[in-house]
């Protein structure tokens, strides 16, 4: 996502905000819902993928997974740490935490994404998944796959997916994939073959995968547009940079307002991130940066 400038006619009339239709799949081709699944998955799949989530109840010990408790160690640092987080919505002291616990550990228990197998664990590492445990990292030459190769156990696993980030929806089907193969019942629905829809003529599906988006006119005009949800114009169209850089300098933008120079800065290289951090500048705009820096040299992370 981010800030750009563009050449467009000077009559150019799109709406200000409105993402450009041709970056937009035409309503043509959205095809008609699978009358016998959600979303492609077949019944068996789909109760899989709702033992997941916590859509259905779930049993760890399903899995061979121990349940956890409210003195669970994982269990109990969680809870500490909302209470000292946010003390006016969960409370303080022990009675507090105890109580954070028990919720936390009956939510827990009910997500089979938390109480995996050993089984699921070895098909997201033959997927290329769980790299935290699989490899090192480092700037240098990044993602390295440790040597020998590690297969991290089914605790293991669990206790990383209760902190921070854990599983994400690639893991999700992965190890729903895994598990129907693995007890003999197919992946997808037979009524959609794991499209979760069916075309409302025949041909859609092709003609839809053939289509390409297409770019707004170009012309003399210069426009600020935002690359975030496809692209839509931020500004008005002017007749030259220096026009459009006053506009982004005007003080009545208000917080929108950037100094002369770095909007120039940012129009002579035509694009920036939406925010950009740094030890120097903190986060800031990523037009802000570009002018920072343009005139020091400086670099920094897209955030």
Not at 24 to 32: G, I, N, Q, Y
Not at 199 to 207: I, L, T, V
Request: glycine letters at 8%.
């Amino acid at each position: 996502m981010g800030r750009e400038v563009r050449r467009v006619p000077l009559d150019f009339d799109w709406p200000l905000n409105k993402v450009w239709d041709g970056y937009l799949m035409p309503d043509r081709f959205t095809e008609t819902p699978c009358a016998d699944c959600k979303n492609g998955y077949s019944p068996h799949a789909q109760n899989l993928h709702d033992l997941w989530y916590g859509y259905l109840p779930f049993n760890p010990e399903s899995t061979g997974s121990t349940p956890l408790r409210p003195d669970t160690p994982t269990v109990r640092a969680l809870a500490e740490q909302h209470i000292t987080t946010a003390p006016e919505f969960y409370g303080t002291g022990e009675t507090a935490i105890v109580c954070e616990a028990q919720r936390i550990a009956e939510l827990f228990n009910g997500l089979w994404c938390h109480h995996l197998s050993q089984d699921d664990v070895d098909a997201l590492v033959a997927a290329g998944r769980l790299y935290s445990f699989t490899h090192t990292w480092n700037r240098e030459h990044g993602w390295q796959k440790i040597e020998p190769p590690v297969v991290p156990t089914a605790a293991q696993v669990n206790e990383w997916s209760l902190r921070g980030m854990g599983h994400d929806g690639i893991n999700a089907s992965v190890a729903v994939q895994a598990r129907c193969e693995r007890e003999g019942f197919p992946l997808e629905c037979p009524s959609c073959h794991g499209y979760g829809s069916a075309e409302a003529y025949a041909g859609q599906r092709a003609e839809a995968e053939a289509w390409e988006p297409t770019e707004p006119p170009t012309g003399d005009g210069w426009q600020l547009w935002t690359t975030a949800n496809e692209g839509a114009p931020i500004s008005p169209v002017f007749a030259s940079a220096d026009e459009l850089a006053s506009w982004m300098s005007d003080p009545a933008r208000g917080t929108a307002w950037v100094p002369p120079a770095t909007a120039a800065a940012f129009i002579a290289d035509g694009w920036a991130p939406s925010f950009v951090s740094t030890a120097e500048t903190g986060v800031v705009s990523g037009v802000e940066w570009m002018g920072h820096h343009t005139t020091s040299g400086d670099a920094g992370d897209d955030a």
